[in-house]
């Protein structure tokens, strides 16, 4: 499996800092730069408040690191990605399997 581990995801965070206002503002945090494998799954076209949107899913498996539970965003190739799921699917810590979604209007 490293040998398809070709290419070069961003893994980040959500911060809530203080805004000035008082409330709450997001951020995102880069956790690590890592080496991946990705692999389109399935798209689909879904209406959400009248708007329709492209929702394409994808598998992204990565080595496993303690550090990468924490991520809530996917950077790879300029576009973001949502994390869905994040899974160790042989419960050895070997490998990170996360389930990802591109939601494009």
């Known amino acids: 499996m490293a040998g398809n581990m070709h290419q070069k995801i961003i893994c980040?965070?959500?911060?809530?800092?203080?805004?000035?206002?008082?409330?709450?503002?997001?951020?995102?945090?880069?956790?690590?730069?890592?080496?991946?494998?990705?692999?389109?799954l399935s798209g689909d076209i879904k209406l959400t408040a009248g708007q329709k949107y492209i929702a394409t899913n994808y598998k992204i498996r990565t080595r496993y690191q303690d550090q990468l539970l924490a991520t809530r965003t996917i950077l790879w190739r300029g576009q973001?990605?949502?994390?869905?799921?994040?899974?160790?699917?042989?419960?050895?810590?070997?490998?990170?399997e996360m389930q990802v979604v591109e939601d494009r209007p």
């Open 12 to 40: 980040r965070r959500q911060v809530l800092a203080p805004a000035t206002t008082g409330q709450q503002q997001e951020s995102w945090q880069e956790i690590a730069t890592v080496w991946a494998a990705v692999t389109a």
């Open 80 to 96: 973001v990605y949502r994390v869905v799921s994040l899974l160790n699917p042989d419960n050895r810590k070997r490998i990170l």
